[in-house]
Each structure stands twice: as structure tokens, then as C-alpha cells.
């Protein structure tokens, strides 16, 4: 039972784009929900996190929105460049569990010249 | 400061034979976490040390998987005998706290044959 589902499984944006990835959850306890890029051979990094007590959450180009209602969230690159090209997972965890992180199944992300 | 090391990189074994994995997490880490991506699905919890105890194993698939950690500084992951559905990438990752960012080592990929 996939408890975080992640979609869509690949994307291609050309530069300058907006690169959207989204997550649903099922689990109503979680809460802590970050996102992680992975570059080939290296291992997932923290890139951005959002708890559910916000609507959303900026850094730079990255954006999380978060839909507590519809148990949703999702990542939003603006402004997307080359090397931005990466697999990104999203997460989830709940109190007490913190780094017990439950994945989705990752999105490979190109971003073409 | 070095991040968590992982050895080996790859490692490509016949089904039914041994395999040990190593992990070094960042120096003063007390928390260390195995985790596991089969075939581009989702990265899965397989379990938390905290120092030399551990904390969770309930992601571990069975008993042929043995994790240890000796002294509470590295990790070993033990896979005997290992079976073909055991390819993946594991990946560690250790913490200082249990309820601070976790940084993840750049995984060991297993190859049964």
C-alpha cells in the first residue's frame, strides 16, 4: 500500500518553464512534509519542507503548496534551468517519527535548453 | 566536514551468496537510517539506530537482512542469503537529533544475479 502517491513519473520542461510535481497522502497523522532532489550517483538532499500549518512555502525558485482538506501537496519550480534536471521525491513523516520518511515514487525531472 | 559514506558503491553478487554494506554517517551523528529503492519505486524505511540500539526495524523485509551497529558510530547491513528481489539501492542516512534534517550518502547499488 503506497501511502505517499507522487505523479507524474518523468517530466520534460524547457528552460525558463514551471515545473510542477504533485503528492497525495493518505495518512492524516502525518505531519511534515518535505521534498528532495537527487542528481545521478548521489543521494537524495533536503531541498524544501512544509508543515501543515501553512498554506505554502518559498525558497528561491521552489515553492510547496499544501491542501490540508484534500491531503495534497506539491512542488513548483520557477523559472526552471538545466540544472534543475534531477529526480525529486516527495515525503512525508508525522511526530515522533521524523526521519521515518515515507517516499513517493520519485519524478525525473529534464529541463531542456 | 565529511557527509555519510557509503561503501561500496555497487556490488554485484550471485543469488544465494553474503553481501555486507557499510555506512559511515557524519561524525557526532547519533541517528542513522537504512533505507532502500527497489527497481524506480519509492525509497522505503527499512530502520533507525539511535546510537548502538535501534530504535525502529519495522521496515526490515525478513530475517535475512542484519543491521549493526557497534559502538554507535558506523553501520553494517548484512543481506545472507541474498535473493534476486533484493536488487536496489540502499541508502543511509544519519542525523543529530531524531527530529533534525537527516543528510543521505550517495547509496550502495546491489545487483543479484
Known sequence: QQQVKQSPQSLIVQKGGISIINCAYENTAFDYFPWYQQFPGKGPALLIAIRPDVSEKKEGRFTISFNKSAKQFSLHIMDSQPGDSATYFCAASKTGGYNKLIFGAGTRLAVHP | ?113
Not at chain 2, 553478487?13 to 532502500?36: A, F, M
Not at chain 2, 526495524?57 to 553501520?75: C, H, I, Q, V
Open chain 2, 1 to 113: 566536514e565529511a557527509g555519510v559514506t557509503q561503501f561500496p558503491s555497487h556490488s554485484v553478487i550471485e543469488k544465494g551468496q553474503t553481501v555486507t554494506l557499510r555506512c559511515d554517517p557524519i561524525s557526532g551523528h547519533d541517528n542513522l537510517y537504512w533505507y532502500r529503492r527497489v527497481m524506480g519505486k519509492e525509497i522505503k524505511f527499512l530502520l533507525h539506530f539511535v546510537k548502538e540500539s535501534k530504535q525502529d526495524e519495522s521496515g526490515m523485509p525478513n530475517n535475512r537482512f542484519l543491521a549493526e551497529r557497534t559502538g554507535g558510530t558506523y553501520s553494517t547491513l548484512k543481506v545472507q542469503p541474498a535473493e534476486l528481489e533484493d536488487s536496489g539501492v540502499y541508502f543511509c542516512a544519519s542525523s543529530q537529533q531524531e527530529n533534525t534534517e537527516a543528510f543521505f550518502g550517495q547509496g550502495t547499488r546491489l545487483t543479484v544475479v
